[in-house]
C-alpha cells in the first residue's frame, strides 16, 4: 500500500516547515540528554540550548538543582526574577517538584517547546528525587512497626536499623 507523501503547496507551508525541524532538533537535544542519563545538570544545559535561554531549575523547596547561565550576573538576574525572567512550574502527577526559571536570549521560546522540555525536566527532578523519597519511606515504615511493636526482636531491630 502506498502512501501519499505531504508536500508544500504554498509559501506558508514551506516557511513552516524549516521552523518545525528546529522545533524537533532542539527538543531532541533535550531528550536526548534524559535518555543518555545525563544527569540534570546536562538536561538543564540543554534545555538552556533549545530554548536559547539562561535556565535555573529549584526543587519544590526552592533549591538550587541545576544552572545553565552565561556568567554569575545571569545566573543572579535570572534567580532575582529580573529582566523577563519567567516561570514554569514542574508538575508530575499533579504534584509539584519545582521551577524552571528562564530568560530568553531573543524570542520567546514556542509555548509547546516550552511545554515539553519543562515535561522533560520535571519526571527528570522526580526521576532525581525518587532514592530520596524512598528512604523515607523506608525510615518511616521502620519506625511505624517499631512503635506498634510489629518486630520486637532485638537482633532484626538493629539489623533494620543498620540498613537505614
Known amino acids: 500500500m502506498s502512501r501519499a507523501r505531504p508536500h508544500a503547496t504554498g509559501p506558508t507551508e514551506a516557511a513552516a516547515e524549516?521552523?518545525?525541524?528546529?522545533?524537533?532538533?532542539a527538543l531532541d537535544?533535550?531528550?536526548?540528554?534524559?535518555e543518555?542519563?545525563?544527569g540534570l545538570p546536562a538536561v538543564t544545559r540543554a534545555a538552556g540550548r533549545a530554548l536559547d535561554a539562561s535556565v535555573i531549575v529549584l526543587d519544590s523547596s526552592s533549591s538550587v538543582l541545576a544552572v545553565a547561565c552565561s556568567s554569575p550576573e545571569d545566573e543572579r538576574r535570572v534567580m532575582a526574577g529580573e529582566g523577563g525572567t519567567e516561570i514554569v512550574h514542574l508538575l508530575v502527577a499533579d504534584t509539584s517538584v519545582g521551577q524552571l526559571r528562564y530568560r530568553?536570549?531573543?524570542?520567546?521560546?514556542p509555548s509547546a517547546?516550552?511545554?515539553?522540555?519543562?515535561?522533560?525536566i520535571a519526571l527528570e527532578v522526580d526521576r532525581a528525587k525518587a532514592p530520596e523519597r524512598?528512604?523515607?519511606?523506608?525510615?518511616?515504615?521502620?519506625l511505624e512497626d517499631l512503635f506498634?511493636?510489629?518486630?520486637?526482636?532485638?537482633?532484626?531491630?538493629?539489623?533494620?536499623?543498620?540498613?537505614l
Open 18 to 25: 524549516p521552523r518545525s525541524r528546529s522545533f524537533l532538533e
Open 36 to 38: 543518555a542519563g545525563a
Open 134 to 142: 524512598a528512604s523515607e519511606a523506608a525510615v518511616g515504615d521502620f
Open 148 to 163: 506498634a511493636r510489629r518486630i520486637t526482636d532485638r537482633e532484626n531491630i538493629a539489623a533494620r536499623a543498620a540498613e
Open 113 to 120: 517547546l516550552l511545554r515539553l522540555v519543562g515535561n522533560l
Open 29 to 34: 537535544e533535550v531528550s536526548e540528554a534524559v
Open 104 to 109: 530568553s536570549r531573543g524570542e520567546r521560546p
